[in-house]
């Protein structure tokens, strides 16, 4: 069981104010209401996937298994877009993958001037990204979410926009090539019973299988 002293930092992190004089349920409480909103997102996305998160020690899990997570954090240029600079990022990678996307942003209260820092998960993609066109199509989506600052998620109406903080994002790598990258094995090169067999004197990667039908 964590500390009071443990809790608050945890409250400290989530940029949750006025708990300096709370005792131990109050803090849990409060923490545990700054996180239900990504709880939510989470189960949601599980039911609707079939996906769920990895428990330690559950070793039957098939999503715990050969998947490796890349967090990208963005601090600056945030007014705008920030489609191209992850994707410079994006496009590194060598396999498959889910995205997560969100971001943390600056709130002010209109009665007392007070302000805090606010995160929200915009969820992640519902399907495996298995190319950079796909990749970028849906992160223009969540940015365009973003940066619909009348949108954005906050306590209630007494609090307004005031600047953003960051943008994070993460890759959940899973051992499956990219399609389009990587050379075909040489026993399906060499292989004489392939249709369209010219094509792949030219086109060389694992797409072009996909194209054909090996006898």
Not at 82 to 92: G, Q, R
Request: aromatic share 8%; proline share 4%.
């Amino acid at each position: 069981m964590p500390t009071v002293k443990e809790l608050r930092e945890q409250a400290k992190s989530y940029g949750l104010r006025c708990y300096s004089t709370l005792r131990k349920p109050g803090l849990i409480r409060l923490i545990a209401q700054a996180r239900a909103p990504v709880i939510r997102e989470r189960l949601k996305r599980a039911l609707k996937t079939g996906r769920y998160p990895a428990l330690r020690g559950d070793i039957d899990n098939p999503h715990k298994k050969a998947q490796r997570t890349i967090t990208w954090k963005l601090l600056r240029g945030l007014a705008g877009s920030v489609v191209d600079s992850i994707m410079t990022k994006v496009e590194a990678l060598q396999t498959s993958f889910y995205l997560r996307f969100s971001y943390t942003c600056q709130l002010r209260n209109i009665e007392n001037g007070k302000v805090m820092l606010f995160h929200t998960n915009l969820g992640g993609s519902p399907t495996l990204l298995k190319t950079h066109t796909a990749a970028r199509e849906w992160l223009h989506e969540k940015d365009a979410n973003r940066l619909d600052t009348d949108q954005v998620d906050r306590a209630n109406t007494k609090w307004v926009f005031q600047r953003w903080v960051q943008v994070e994002v993460k890759a959940i790598l899973v051992e499956q090539p990219l399609l389009g990258q990587h050379r075909l094995p040489d026993w399906l090169r060499n292989k004489k019973k392939v249709c369209m067999h010219y094509a792949l004197d030219t086109f060389d990667d694992n797409f072009t299988a996909l194209q054909c039908t090996v006898g």
